[in-house]
Structures are given as structure tokens and as C-alpha cells.
């Protein structure tokens, strides 16, 4: 290990970043940069601790990490499937907890069962492409949307919609329901695969460290 060479986290923006740092936080990792919440830097520094931190949008997360520009990354499940680029992924972070469920109105599960043609709208495409085409053999017309997807089967864009479920309260309040579960999704860390070989100690320990306060 290089003592000098800085270790880069590129954090999902939002919610997730804070719970990070706050996890980080007990395990020594700081950033004191980063607690001022007026800031309009984008990359915060730990000089001590040789460590570098930046936002990002959750996509362009495992991006950062697949080109080496983060040697590390937190992000939720739902993107590194989404996204699925060449990284390491190394912990469960347990926090940010949600579900990918297939929902829509109730009179959509006639539809699901009988394996009709029907259009799936989602922010994940590609989620909803490897569940509809290599799980369920269902060929389905897929959408893609950028953000209130509950919308699609309410105006009539799509019969269903693949999506995040946390509390249930979206789909509840516009008369949808989960019709199918795809899989649990928490936060996860990854890890650029060559900062792996090159700082495999100081990596693992992070891990460790983390993992013990999980
Ligand atoms: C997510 C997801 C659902 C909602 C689920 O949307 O796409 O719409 O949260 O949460 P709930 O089950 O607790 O109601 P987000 O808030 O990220 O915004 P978006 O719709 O613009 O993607």
C-alpha cells in the first residue's frame, strides 16, 4: 500500500450519502469538508486520512467506479443491475431498504398470468427486460420513463410499470398494487477491480471495519 495515494469514494447523492458518512463515520472514516451543507464544492478532501469524496447521481455511480475516476462507490442494488458495469461488488450496507416489484392495477394480474403481450413501463429497462424476457419468457414492450412511473398505467402508457417499493405509499395512493416481486434491494458498496489489486489491504480493511458495525 501507497501511503500517499488517496483513496476516491463517489457517493449516490441524497439520502443514501448521508446514512454513508454517518456509517463511515464510526468506523474513523471523516469528512469534515462535507458537513457544510452551503457548499458548492463537489469534491471534499481528507488530507489527513488521505482520503477524496464526491456526489454523483446514482447512475453515473458504478460508472465512476468501472473507469478508476472512484476507486470506491455506494450505491443502491437497483442501479448496479441496472447499469451493470465491470465492478466488484463487496458489502450490504443494510440501509435503504426497498423492493423491484412488477405493479399496477389490480386488473393487470390477468395480464401477468396469461403471458400477454403488454407494455412495461420503467426507469429500469433493463431490469425489466432480464425479468420479462430470461425469467418470466414473456415478451413485453418496454418503455422507458425517467422518474413517476406510477403515471404510466394511470394514463394509459402502460399496463404495468417495474419499479422501487419502499413503504407502499405511492402505489397505494394512486390505486396500484405490487403484482410481482423481483428481488430485495438495499445500499451496496463496489469497488473499482485494479484499486482492488492495488490497495487490497486498505480496502479489505474498510470492509472489515464496515461489515463489524453492520
Ligand atoms: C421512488 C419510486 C417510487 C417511490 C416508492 O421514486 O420510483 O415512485 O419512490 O416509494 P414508496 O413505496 O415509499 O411510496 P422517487 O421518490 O425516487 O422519485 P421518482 O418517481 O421521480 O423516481
Redesign the pocket.
Known sequence: MSEDRYLTFALGKGRLANKTMDLFEKVGITCEEMKDKDSRKLIFVNEELKLKFFLAKGPDVPTYVEYGAADIGVVGKDTIMEENRRIYEVLDLKYGKCRMCVCGPESAEELLRHHEMIRVAS?YPNIAKDYFYNKKHQTVDIIKLN????LGPIVKLADVIV?????????KENGLKVLEEICPLSARMIVNQVSMQMEPERIKKLIQDLRSHL
Do not use: H, N
Request: proline share 0%.
Open positions: 426507469k422518474g413517476s412511473v406510477e419499479d422501487i417499493v419502499e413503504t407502499g405509499s405511492t402505489l
